[in-house]
């Protein structure tokens, strides 16, 4: 997104609290420390017999190095449960709930149906990456990030939104819908207008205009040249295919490239030889502008 850049939590480094584990160490130190209890002159007798896998006590420590695996792991996850990079869920909302972020609904439940409809709720992403900007919401100079915080927490359907001054005091607003092709219907535009003119996050001076994020629709074709043939084709063809899902589903952000350094690298997987992309042309969107991947199709090339 160009116009906050929080910090990539995927490039710190590895927390020191979580530590790497590894069953067969700990089995080798309960080992030493059940043979270091007996004499010294039993000692080598003793180890001889826990090298036998059938050893009733040997099989006892491996259980009992199991549970302290499991356990430590569960302390590892207990860790990065509290840390925003990991948490998932409600350990996330509770991380949230410090910076007073919550969980957005996207779509309401409606138990009244046959059958019933749960509600649609913010994604875990989305929701870490609202609370990196609640610090931004602070501000009530009307700064652009702080708006950009606002706009995305006025509504569970708001996906993006951006912020530009054109003029001094003049302020726009675009958002892009979570639902449908990304465009915000009129009822979520008004909803984010007035939830953005309270005096308490809107300067006063500010004339605040909210529109809806101009939609770009693209389709992609792409041809794999393979390093095999046969069976083994259509597993990596599958692969390749998942990879471009999920880079266009992320890319359908405002003011973000689709180019095509980016669906060679998606679809470039092992045993890969070379991508064609029929006819395609780089997308660069404006901060007012949302790619929106409409079609997408990936075959194997006839060699």
Known sequence: MKNFSPIDLSQLPPPNVVESLDYEQILAERKAYAISLWPAGQQAEVAATLALESEPLTKLLQESAYRELIWRQRVNEAAKANMLAFAKDSDLEHIAANFNVERLVITPANPSAVPPVSAVMEGDESLRERTQMAMEGLSTAGPRNAYIFHARSADGRVADASCVSPSPATVVVTVQSNLGDGSADADLLSVVDQYLSDEDRRP????????????????????????????????????????????????????????????????????????????????????????????????????
């Open 204 to 303: 006063v001076a500010d004339r605040l205009t909210v529109q809806s994020a101009e939609v770009i629709e693209y389709t992609v074709e792409a041809v794999l040249h393979l390093n095999t043939v046969g069976p083994e084709a259509e597993p990596i063809r599958a692969a390749a295919e998942a990879r471009l899902a999920a880079l266009v589903n992320q890319r359908r952000r405002l003011g973000i490239e689709v180019n095509r350094s980016a669906l060679d690298a998606a679809l470039h997987i092992e045993g890969v030889r070379r991508v064609d992309l029929i006819g395609w042309v780089d997308i660069i969107a404006t901060e007012a502008q949302a790619p929106q991947c409409t079609a997408y199709s990936v075959t194997v090339a006839e060699e």
